[in-house]
């Protein structure tokens, strides 16, 4: 964990309301893993708003690392407004990513990637990373998109050019499947033969959406793992606001999990879904 | 010639008046790869209760003008599993470590305080006589005496007399703004031997989303901290200064070194650093820097020369 | 269909529920040039004492985290001249007018109405039993005693009870924040027969100059207000309205709709613009027409419909 | 008195620490006098600063005007960063300005205006008003400035083009008499002859120096009103904060006036100084 002052490389709109954001970093970028996350100070020295807010990573670099957002509020409208040169105050790398390497019976499994909305530039660093680390191959990593139409399929592209397997979906129909991303999900899961339980599934984006998924998941027995999005105030622990029911030690208890260092990425079977 | 930061409360020598606020400093360790811990003048644990604590159900927080509510509900492993699994951390830093401790009774209190008394590596202890995330709408007749604490000057005075009796080590009360008489709550505390009181722990606060009519938080109401409280704060700590004989310790909203002499020169003996720690892990020790600096800049040499020297 | 805005308080029926604050108006001819008057629910103006006040000394404010202290010290032109030479202003305006007004003492509270009350154009009154800016020094009995009004539900009783006597027009009571049960206070207004209490007057606080280490008030303490103080203020409101049967008035940093829709939602009647008037001018106009949005959007036609709709 | 949202049109460093910031402005800038001022919200729609901040007219025109600040805190820094074509909140004209027009026996009188600091910018507002309307003669006015150097002489060349008659004083003796404004003042009052009654001081700048120049005034018996500056909330006379201690209507009795819009203009004569 790291507090670094990091200067604006670039900060440009990639879809309607989206931004990426590049930022320098000596060490954040270094050490940052797929499904980490960073708190950036959106106001700078101003207390309104007072608490910084979470990004997971899009890339990372041994100089750099760059965020992909939503403009959704005052803290994301400041970010907005971040220029070339500009200084933002960061916390990183945060909380506990995505399983990379795992054993599995002479390397059958396949990771399947499903991705929503802002959840999806942390599966892009994820599937990145598979290729790189040729934990598996590329034609066993399956990336599942969904958006509400086809300018918010965020990081299309970049998929496209890791050369992954590319599943889409859009509530409007205008680009792959009409309908929800899951759906896909499912067809694919019953039509392709493959070794589920050294399989791994991982998830982000809309809450509803991680449900789904790992509900699907487990009636198909496939191991899957979802990041979560909750409200936080710190990020690193310190706060315990960022509360998460899941299953306690003894069958039937629960007890609260804290997302910004158990998670943000979870096993989708402990988590209870209310 | 070199500065001396020095403070004391009740048997603690403090070398700086800089510590962090119970509840908002995790278990310490979370801040390690931040600043060299040993720099603190003490560290108050978040609240430990006799059973463990699961907390309150999400949303815990939400962020307001300058501030923000919590309602943590004091999730926590209770006293037993403190003492294995968090104590032996915070005693190998070889700061003061006072541990925030709260019942639901006068005899949980003293019962929680006994348990701790019997481990070593504690130096003193901070009754949570104030924590705001009690469901309002709890019957339970241990629940609602818990919320009368902070607010009712005999309550405060039989919690902390009995606990009194059954621990030597330095005791503060930690008592709640929601009053109109604060230095009489302080005054009550005193007069059944604690050795300090902690000012100010969080108002009763809501927030309500007008698009589904429902208060952000699960517990409906939660505590309100940060830079919006301090002016209030700052009064408080300032009339109960003058009129208490133990130390008082200040917070409330404190970011930076200048608002920390605020509540120095105000009267408090030494500061807590609570919501600040989540914006800025560093922020209390840049606290203590500043405050060397200041001391320099207006050639002190001790802290005697910055308490209670408020002019009127 | 068309909107129904309008609330009842007390004898008076306001067309809508958006109001001005005492103190944070001027005597409203300051606004005229923003926008038409005429749009508001009401206008509370300044308290007005029995004899002109010169106010305190400078500096009277200062600014705080999302929120600003006030020590102005209820400086007003007495209640004789402020019928001659602001009241035939406020009239001609055709809104509710409610003269806040203020004595130090239960006899002086009584004349004040008294003489209000024989003018006309005066709808009703808002008695102001909580003003912060009392010096803390002051050891007149008459000042001791103001101070304490708000701060004791048999003060208040008294006084409401008292001025209930001499005046048949609408009676609000308006309480301060610095209590810890802010309903019983409001039970003690609504007991004696007030027809409405105000929620919430400014917190007591302080801001300290750490190079001069004086207060920055010349008063010492100040009043705060402004959006920092908001959570706090509708948890107020909320557990009063639980618990009066007469209407709230909801203040404490509403700067927009949402926020007074915040308000009302947890359960008050009406609502008052304060401090946002002093950084926007429109503030109270912008709440109305952002509350009509709100009823568009969610196809509701009274304030019925709004007011305590909390879920939980 | 307007609420108008205003574009920047500049915002250029003229001196150490120092801006001037031109702002578009359709009803504020054609209504201006010289020692009127503008509430400029710094922090756009946050909330922190809170409170608006008064600025005195540097110049003002139908179509636009500009003011001179000194960077001193949170809000002047924000205004520092604001930018051509970013949006700026702004009340005014707000307050009593000078005293333009007086009758005086055909004439005669000279005007002299005093300034320190950010107290030089409202009157060159007001010299330039002064010459456009011919109020006086140019060789009437006469303008005393001063600063701690040389490059605090704010609209030291402006004034030379208007062609009044300039003095000059430096703390450092770096440009002009070196030491006190005043001083100089003295100076011209002592050695050259005109009818004082019919003229009139006009100052503004850091409060000591106004104490001093309506006391030499009260001395040589010349009418003299000075700008004063007080903190402000609202600036058009909701609040009651901005008092100023003056002198009551019956003898060495005491008022506080209301200074954003009794003032903040005043009479020397009648401020009680502290
Ligand atoms: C671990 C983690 C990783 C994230 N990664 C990304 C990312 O890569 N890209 C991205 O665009 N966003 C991401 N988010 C969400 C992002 O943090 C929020 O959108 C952001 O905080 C909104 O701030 P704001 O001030 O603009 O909006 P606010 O004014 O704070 O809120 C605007 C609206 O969004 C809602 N909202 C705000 N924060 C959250 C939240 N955490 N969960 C659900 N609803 C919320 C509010 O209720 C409100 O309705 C992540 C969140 C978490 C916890
Ligand atoms: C009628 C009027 C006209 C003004 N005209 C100009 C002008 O043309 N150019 C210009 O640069 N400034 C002018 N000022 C002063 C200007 O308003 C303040 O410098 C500004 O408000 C500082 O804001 P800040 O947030 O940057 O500093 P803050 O953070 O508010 O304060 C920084 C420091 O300056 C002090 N300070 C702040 N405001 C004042 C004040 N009003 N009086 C005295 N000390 C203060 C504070 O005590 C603090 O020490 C004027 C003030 C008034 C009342
Ligand atoms: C998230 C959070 C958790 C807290 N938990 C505790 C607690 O367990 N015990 C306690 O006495 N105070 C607790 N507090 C109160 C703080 O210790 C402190 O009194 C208060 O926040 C005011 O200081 P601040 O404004 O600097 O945060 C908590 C505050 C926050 C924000
Ligand atoms: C400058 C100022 C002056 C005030 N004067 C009065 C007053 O004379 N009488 C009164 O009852 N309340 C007075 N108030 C309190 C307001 O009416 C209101 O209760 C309080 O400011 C909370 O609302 P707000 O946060 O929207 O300002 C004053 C507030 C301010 C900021
Ligand atoms: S956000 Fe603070 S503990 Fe997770
Ligand atoms: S600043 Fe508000 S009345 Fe002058």
């Given at each position: 964990m790291f507090k670094e002052t990091c200067e604006v490389l670039e900060n440009k709109t990639v879809a309607p309301d989206h931004f990426l954001l590049k930022l320098s970093s000596k060490k954040i970028g270094k050490a940052a893993l797929p499904g980490q996350f960073v708190q950036i100070l959106c106001s700078g020295d101003s207390l309104d708003p007072l608490l910084p807010r979470p990004f997971s990573f899009l890339e990372a670099s041994p100089t750099s690392f760059s965020l992909l957002y939503h403009v959704v509020g005052q803290g994301t409208e400041l970010m907005a407004k971040f220029k070339k040169g500009d200084k933002v105050h960061v916390l990183g790398p945060l909380g506990k990513g995505f399983t990379l390497r795992r054993k599995t019976e002479d390397g059958r499994g396949k990771r399947l990637l499903v991705g929503g909305g802002v959840g999806i530039p942390p599966l892009y660093h994820l599937a990145k990373d598979l290729v790189r680390t040729k934990e598996v191959k590329k034609s066993d990593i399956h990336v599942f998109l969904g958006a509400r139409n086809k300018s918010l399929l965020l990081c299309e592209k970049d998929f496209l050019k890791l050369g992954v397997q590319l599943h889409l979906a859009t509530d409007d129909g205008s680009k792959g499947h009409k309908g929800y991303v899951t759906q896909v999900l499912v067809k694919f899961l019953k039509s392709s033969i493959f070794h589920l339980p050294s399989s791994l599934i991982h998830s982000c984006g809309p809450t509803p959406m991680l449900k789904a998924v790992s509900l699907v998941a487990s009636e198909f027995g496939a191991p899957n793992e979802v990041s979560v999005e909750v409200p936080m105030a710190c990020g690193f622990g310190a706060c315990l606001g960022c509360a998460l029911k899941v299953k306690g030690e003894t069958p039937g208890s629960h007890r609260f999990a804290i997302a910004c260092t158990e998670g943000p990425v979870f096993e989708g079977s402990k988590i209870l879904w209310d | 010639m070199g500065l001396d930061l020095s403070v004391q409360i009740g048997k603690i020598k403090l070398k700086n008046p800089v510590l962090v606020a119970s509840g908002t400093f995790g278990h310490a360790k979370e801040f390690e790869d931040f600043f060299d811990l040993k720099k603190l003048g003490g560290i108050v644990t978040k609240t430990i209760t006799l059973k463990p604590r699961l907390g309150n159900p999400p949303p815990r927080i939400v962020e307001t003008p300058a501030g923000m509510l919590n309602a943590i509900g004091l999730q926590n492993p209770g006293v037993e599993r403190f003492i294995e699994d968090k104590l032996p951390y915070l005693k190998k830093l070889g700061v003061p470590i006072i541990v925030s401790a709260m019942g639901y009774s006068v005899d949980e209190f003293m019962q929680v305080v006994q348990t701790l008394d019997r481990a070593d590596g504690i130096d003193g202890y901070e009754l949570?006589?104030?924590?705001?995330?009690?469901?309002?709408?709890?019957?339970?007749e241990t629940l609602s005496l818990v919320k009368m604490f902070a607010h009712d000057d005999r309550m405060i005075e039989e919690v902390v007399s009995a606990v009194r009796q059954v621990t030597d080590k330095t005791l503060i009360a930690k008592l709640g703004?929601?009053?109109?008489d604060v230095p009489k709550m302080a005054l009550a505390a005193e007069k059944a031997g604690a050795d300090a009181v902690s000012l100010i722990n969080t108002f009763i606060a809501m927030v309500i989303d007008?698009?589904?009519?429902?208060?952000?938080l699960a517990n409906k109401t939660g505590g309100l901290s940060g830079p919006c409280i301090r002016p209030i704060a700052v009064r408080m700590v300032w009339e109960t200064a003058k009129r208490v004989k133990i130390p008082v310790l200040g917070m409330g909203g404190i970011m930076n070194a200048e608002h920390a002499l605020e509540f120095l020169i105000a009267g408090a003996t030494a500061v807590q650093v609570g919501t600040a720690n989540f914006m800025n892990p560093e922020a209390s020790s840049q606290v203590l820097n500043g405050i060397e600096d200041f001391m320099k800049k207006e050639k002190l040499s001790s802290m005697k020369e910055i308490i209670r020297s408020v002019k009127s």
């Open positions: - | 949570n006589l104030s924590c705001p995330n009690v469901p309002y709408s709890s019957k339970t703004p929601d009053v109109s007008v698009k589904t009519r429902k208060p952000v």
